[in-house]
């Protein structure tokens, strides 16, 4: 099996801390940036823009992992000047037009991804299987960090790996996002995720050391 990847979720930082984390986040090589956009639609909060996004570019080499929380995110593709190498996920609950907009994703250069919330079943995925690079099963209701998981997300990772390895998809990453703490993480990694969000839950905890945090974080993901 690969190795875990770590997605910090930048949302958790406070306005002051951001550098302190990035740079702990270059030390230690996490490999994307998990960047929180909410339209106070689709979900009952708002958080970071197009304009945030722009400065995370400028002042960070760690590719971003941009999480979509926006209704009809094909009207709105064009807003982010998405770059090559960044993971792009729209909800699959927040489109009626969820294969055109993976496809406007596709054209920019970014990895399309589809993120699902825990009602959501893994066959809203059945035929964008060819238009993903990856698929983001919410462990959480989206919205706010510090939440506590919903349990039975933990089958659908399960369930997700089974799915996409019967299929032969066994290039398309399982993210997970929500409440990832340490003894979740080592719980979703049996079930089989790849990417795993780290937010509040986790290195996100200025009680902890940064870097013995996110060393803790790795092994457990990759044992
Ligand atoms: C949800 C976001 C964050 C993330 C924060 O879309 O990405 O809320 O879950 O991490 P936790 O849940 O650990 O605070
Ligand atoms: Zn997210």
Redesign the pocket.
Known sequence: KAKGKISS?I??AEILDIRYYLDGFERNNIEYL?V?V?DGEF?PNY?LGTDYIKSLRKVSKIPLDI?L?IKKPEDKIDWFDFQKGECVAIHAESTMHLQRALQKIKQTGAKPMV?INPATPIMALDYVLNDIAGV?V???N??????V?IPQTLQKITDLRKYLDRKGYYDIDIEV?????FENAEKMAKAGADIY??????I?NKKLDLDEAIQRFRKIINS
């Open positions: 979720s949302m958790c998990h929180d909410m979900v958080m999480h929380m993120a983001v919410m462990t959480v989206p919205g706010f960090a510090g939440q998981l996002d929500g409440n990832v703490s969000v780290a937010g509040t839950s986790s996100f």
